[in-house]
């Protein structure tokens, strides 16, 4: 069974800083998706950034970019010049994509809370 | 258009009563995903519906959970006899199909058992 670790319950982070938050995940297979998923207080989980694991190229979107490293299965999310409606619970996900198995359900880890301090 | 709707966002049980959680999807969403997440963790996988068909319920913690999807829209997921333990937030998510790498997901009911 996959499993994802996030080592960082709590995170701080200056209004426009750079902040890394860290994903670890364990799985024998070859082909999946992960994510960065944020839920805010209103607890609508939103999808924030996606990576595919057979790209090498990194994800980016706006100011969330990823830096994957599938060897060492590690998928870390960074939020560049960071805003105060960045602060959120974030969750990182895998999602297998191997056919045959249960490949559309999400796993996610327990997640890192991001505080923005003005 | 409309995003995932969930009905109620709370409740209330008493130890021993049986609830029911309402799940709007998205039109036209073919795949339906419950999660449980308890305070401080992170969401896990309860049921999957693709149209009415449950192709799997193999995160369902008792039997005392159950969830249908008669129409292949609207989905209930009710819990029997309430216990303590059931206290969570009960997230819903549709998807377009099952490849859809995209979930999306619902405000979620937050399930309080005294």
């Known amino acids: 069974a996959q499993t994802v670790t996030q080592s960082q319950p709590e995170m701080s982070v200056q209004e426009a800083e750079t902040v890394t938050l860290s994903c670890t995940y364990d799985?024998?297979?070859?082909?999946?998706?992960l994510f960065w998923y944020k839920q805010p207080p209103s607890r609508q989980m939103i999808l924030v950034i996606r990576?595919?694991?057979?790209?090498?190229q990194n994800a980016t979107e706006n100011r969330f970019s990823v830096n994957f490293q599938k060897a060492a299965k590690s998928f870390s999310l960074k939020i560049s010049d960071s805003q105060l409606g960045d602060a959120a619970m974030y969750f990182c996900?895998?999602?297998?994509?191997?056919?045959?198995?249960?490949?559309?359900?999400?796993?996610f880890g327990k997640g890192t809370l991001l505080t923005v301090n003005p | 258009g409309a995003g995932v709707s969930q009905s109620p966002r709370y409740k209330v049980a008493k130890r021993g009563q049986d609830v029911a959680l309402r799940c709007d999807p998205i039109?036209?969403?073919?795949?339906l995903f419950w999660y449980q997440q308890a305070l401080g963790q992170g969401p896990e996988f309860l049921t999957y519906?693709?149209?009415?068909?449950?192709?799997?319920k193999s995160g369902l913690p008792s039997d005392r959970f159950f969830a249908e999807r008669p129409e292949g829209s609207v989905s209930t997921l009710k819990i029997q006899r309430t216990q303590q333990e059931d206290s969570a937030v009960y997230l819903c998510?549709?998807?377009?199909?099952?490849?859809?790498?995209?979930?999306?997901f619902g405000p979620g009911t937050r399930l309080t058992v005294t």
């Open positions: 998510a549709s998807s377009l199909d099952g490849r859809s790498y995209e979930q999306y």
């Open positions: 799985t024998s297979e070859s082909d999946y998706y």
């Open positions: 990576q595919e694991a057979y790209k090498q």
């Open positions: 996900a895998y999602r297998s994509l191997n056919s045959g198995g249960s490949n559309y359900k999400l796993t």
């Open positions: 039109s036209g969403h073919v795949s």
């Open positions: 519906f693709q149209n009415e068909a449950q192709l799997d």
